[in-house]
């Protein structure tokens, strides 16, 4: 199991950007599929997008697509969510999340980093 650590979020205003990051411990960090997550209040958390090991397969929710990038960088235990063109809609608590290969589900997950996006 690995531990996550997100950082980066904060207040921004509407057509803005943030790039959050997420800190990983763990020797297999690499084999991990990573992704992340968020909720607004009141409502369930939901995908954002997610990245294979190697970085070459990459999924979004159609609601951020064109506008957020996720990346990794094994070498530094570290992933990253690019956001551009953010709007109010956008405005949750986001969360880093780790899918051990040996599963098909997101069993790890961090304590999540505010994003509040102003109209």
């Known amino acids: 199991q690995v531990q996550l650590v997100e950082s980066g979020g904060g207040l921004v205003q509407a057509g803005g950007s943030l790039r959050l990051s997420c800190a990983a411990s763990g020797r297999t960090f690499s084999s991990y599929r990573m992704g992340w997550f968020r909720q607004a209040p009141g409502k369930e958390r939901t995908f954002v997008a997610s990245?294979?090991?190697?970085?070459?397969?990459?999924s979004y929710a159609d609601s951020v697509k064109g506008r957020f990038t996720i990346s990794r960088d094994n070498a530094k235990n570290t992933i990253y969510l690019q956001m551009n063109s953010l709007k109010p809609e956008d405005t949750a608590v986001y969360f880093c999340a780790a899918r051990d290969p040996r599963y098909t589900a997101f069993g790890s997950w961090g304590q999540g980093t505010q994003v509040t996006v102003s109209s």
């Open positions: 990245i294979g090991w190697s970085g070459g397969i990459t």
